[in-house]
């Protein structure tokens, strides 16, 4: 069966950003939708710098992932704008069944590992779900809230949804018109926004993997780093949407 989606009938915009840095992350494991992962001191501080980024956008909604990391991610910009959370269970991480919280090292020795990078349409996750759903439902919820959203605020109205690497990854692959086997070659590195606009003729793709000033991920890394799932490439993750550039100055006005 074919993606089942609503016919988009005023332009919107939606930016997708995914949530910062987690305890997770650094500890190198797949957290899927374990319990208790937080952001930690460096997710806070770009949850913070994303705010103040954005604060200056007119944005009438924020949709987030039921999940801690992204309530915790929008919940500065949130505050900023006065606007109340509106969480959606379809923007929750993958579920990745029985690899939910094993380390990564582990998880490339899996046969199925080599299916997800290869192709992503025919990889269901043992005890979890399949990323083909994960795009259905996601994308889904994309054009319900766009058209909710333009019912209420009217056309080329604003929104904002925090979720996850390959959920983003997922509807970006669908905004381009490319195979979902193709997705892992698509980047959503953590705190990085992206913007899709929806046209009742097809997407636009704004912006990918937007970190703001910095261009630190640009930088050689020591080893080949491959895209995995939970959409990880730089698990130390200088995604700092301006951190950097916030301290420098603060420094030299000291």
Request: proline share 5%; aromatic share 4%; glycine share 8%.
């Amino acid at each position: 069966m074919g993606l089942q989606v609503r016919p988009i009938v005023e332009p919107m915009t939606v930016i997708l950003l995914r949530h910062g840095v987690s305890t997770s992350n650094v500890a190198r494991t797949l957290a899927g939708r374990s319990e208790g992962v937080e952001l930690t001191e460096r997710g806070q501080e770009q949850a913070r710098a994303v705010a103040d980024r954005l604060a200056q956008l007119p944005i009438t909604e924020i949709v987030s992932s039921p999940l801690l990391r992204c309530r915790q991610t929008v919940a500065p910009l949130a505050e900023k704008l006065s606007l109340e959370l509106v969480v959606e269970d379809r923007f929750a991480e993958v579920d990745y069944g029985e690899w939910t919280g094993r380390e990564l090292k582990e998880l490339v020795q899996e046969p199925l590992w080599k299916v997800v990078q290869q192709h992503a349409s025919g990889a269901v996750f043992p005890g979890g779900e399949g990323l083909a759903n994960v795009q259905s439902r996601a994308v889904a919820a994309i054009r319900e809230h766009d058209g909710r959203v333009a019912q209420r605020d009217g056309a080329d109205a604003l929104w904002l949804v925090c979720t996850h690497g390959d959920v983003i990854k997922a509807v970006l692959a669908d905004a381009l018109g490319i195979h979902l086997d193709g997705f892992q070659r698509i980047v959503a590195e953590p705190a990085s926004i992206s913007v899709v606009r929806y046209t009742p003729t097809c997407p636009f793709v704004w912006r990918v993997n937007d970190t703001g000033v910095d261009l630190s991920a640009l930088m050689p890394k020591p080893a080949d780093i491959r895209s995995v799932p939970g959409g990880e490439v730089n698990t130390d993750s200088s995604a700092d949407n301006g951190i950097d550039k916030q301290r420098r100055e603060q420094q030299q006005a000291q």
